[in-house]
């Protein structure tokens, strides 16, 4: 088992009976390297727990780890990990901001895949949500009084189907690359940065959670050829 750290004695056994043991030796751990080509992938980035505002665990970043298994063609998978979605707190965002060498629309400064139960972002036939999107996001808004500068989230649609999320806190965003100009080995995804936001007013949003950056880079096509 993975993280375990096993002990070992020997014995001898002959026709006057069994020895005594050996000296106890300890094998080194088992551990699982890390890979892009199996689900959740490499880990970009790690946050410490009980650091939200508020506390609440649907709100507090622990992870993000990103994939690109042979199973899925053409889509890189990130892995969003927060401390709990028992229960999934309304008109909020769970976002992953990045930039890639592809054309972003007029006006937009980065790229986005998230999970959101803001109202407006929701589908008409579940409107509560969640919905698993991309988009874009704008250069921050001049702010309301006091309020904390507001970025502008634009949705052009869903990600792809396999997109979920799961009651430990596991957020499952699919995406497919050639939607962000990113499809050739060896480009960069850059400037991935994770959020937890709620949208109070559109010029004022309230940051619950958020986890520096990171980089990662789409594998060579042959990189899970065993």
């Known amino acids: 088992q993975s993280g375990v750290r096993y002990y070992y ?3 001898a056994v002959n026709s006057f ?6 000296n106890q030796v300890a094998l080194l751990e088992l551990t699982e390297a890390e890979t892009a080509c199996i ?14 505002t508020g ?16 199973s899925l063609p053409g889509k890189v998978a990130f892995t969003f990990k927060v401390g709990d979605l028992a229960a999934v707190p ?3 965002r769970w976002v ?3 930039k890639t060498s592809g054309t972003l629309p007029a006006g937009a400064e980065d790229w986005f895949v998230g999970m959101t139960t803001i109202p407006s972002e929701t589908s008409t036939s579940a409107p509560q949500g969640p919905r698993f999107v991309y988009g874009t996001t704008g250069v921050p808004t001049l702010p309301v009084a006091g309020a904390v500068p507001a970025r502008v989230f634009t949705v052009l649609g869903d990600l792809s189907p396999g997109s979920g999320f799961a009651p430990d806190g596991t957020i499952f965003l699919l995406l497919d690359k050639a939607l962000v100009g990113a499809t050739t080995p060896g480009d960069a995804i850059v400037a991935i940065t ?4 709620a949208q109070l007013t559109p010029n004022n949003q309230l940051i619950y959670d958020d986890a520096g950056s990171a ?10 050829d065993v």
């Open 90 to 92: 309304p008109g909020t």
């Open 39 to 52: 689900a959740p992938g490499l880990t970009l980035l790690t946050d410490a727990s009980g650091d939200s």
């Open 96 to 98: 992953l901001r990045f």
């Open 9 to 11: 004695a020997v014995t």
């Open 55 to 70: 506390g609440v665990a649907a709100l507090d970043i622990r992870s993000v780890r990103a994939a690109e298994p042979d």
């Open 194 to 197: 994770p959020s937890i936001r």
């Open 215 to 224: 980089n990662y880079t789409l594998r060579a096509a042959d990189a899970c």
């Open 17 to 22: 009976g069994e020895s005594a043991q050996s």
